[in-house]
Nanobody
Framework: QVQLVESGGGLVQAGGSLRLSCAAS????????MGWYRQAPGKQRELVARITRSGSTNIADSVKGRFTISRDNAKNTVYLQMNSLKPEDTAVYYC????????????????WGQGTQVTVSS
């Protein structure tokens, strides 16, 4: 089985920074895309940022210029550096791994982390 474990969330004042990490573990051969989504209370889950295995990124307009996504393929880990945080960034942040090829298993699979809370106070 594959697990995604997120860390780095917490409470921060507006203008502050946080760095989220998400490590995928299990019998993984490779991962295509990794990304971060967020869901605020009463709202739908939305894309924050995604990164391909080769390093191409897709950043939501709402966080462009403030958030940076990166990954370490050798560690099957994706990071989200969040700077200049705003109260509207408050949400549960979820890690996603798309197109996971597992050792000895046919097919590609998608996985989600359990989520980590980010709260930005004004």
């Amino acid at each position: 089985q594959v697990q995604l474990v997120e860390s780095g969330g917490g409470l921060v004042q507006a203008g502050g920074s946080l760095r989220l990490s998400c490590a995928a573990s299990g019998s993984i051969s490779s991962i295509n895309d990794m990304g971060w989504y967020r869901q605020a209370p009463g709202k739908q889950r939305e894309l924050v940022a995604r990164i391909t295995r080769s390093g191409s990124t897709n950043i939501a307009d709402s966080v462009k210029g403030r958030f940076t996504i990166s990954r370490d393929n050798a560690k099957n880990t994706v990071y989200l550096q969040m700077n200049s945080l705003k109260p509207e960034d408050t949400a549960v942040y979820y890690c996603n791994a798309e197109g996971v090829l597992r050792i000895g298993v046919l097919g590609w699979y998608d996985y989600w982390g359990q989520g980590t809370q980010v709260t930005v106070s004004s």
